[in-house]
């Protein structure tokens, strides 16, 4: 069974910085990826970044790219998002999830973690 679980999460002033951390359990073979989404409060949900396990590629939303990165550590099957100069419309619950293949698309991913919520003070 694959779990994913998020962890880091806070509140944070605008321009701050936070690292969020996804668990991976039950699906540490083969060629797939981890990516994270986050929702804000009547919003749908949003594309962040993703990362291939097994070549490490690497892909984000235009809305965080040059400020936000995620990377991996293959020995602890954790995915890190590392966040910074945080701005208030980050503000959301973010979310961690895993896809047999490289993917932005929400529908490709089919495992999920229960979110972690940030909040970005101005």
């Known amino acids: 069974q694959v779990q994913l679980v998020e962890s880091g999460g806070g509140l944070v002033q605008a321009g701050g910085s936070l690292r969020l951390s996804c668990a991976v359990s039950?699906?540490?073979?083969?060629?797939?990826?981890v990516g994270w989404f986050r929702q804000a409060p009547g919003k749908e949900r949003e594309f962040v970044a993703s990362?291939?396990?097994?070549?490490?590629?690497?892909y984000y939303g235009d809305s965080v790219k040059g400020r936000f990165t995620i990377s991996r550590d293959n020995a602890k099957n954790t995915v890190f998002l590392q966040m910074n100069n945080l701005k208030p419309e980050d503000t959301a619950v973010y979310y961690c999830a895993s896809a047999s293949g490289d993917s932005r698309w929400e529908h490709e991913y089919d495992y999920w973690g229960q979110g972690t919520q940030v909040t970005v003070s101005a």
């Open positions: 039950g699906r540490t073979f083969g060629s797939y990826a």
């Open positions: 990362i291939s396990w097994s070549r490490g590629n690497s």
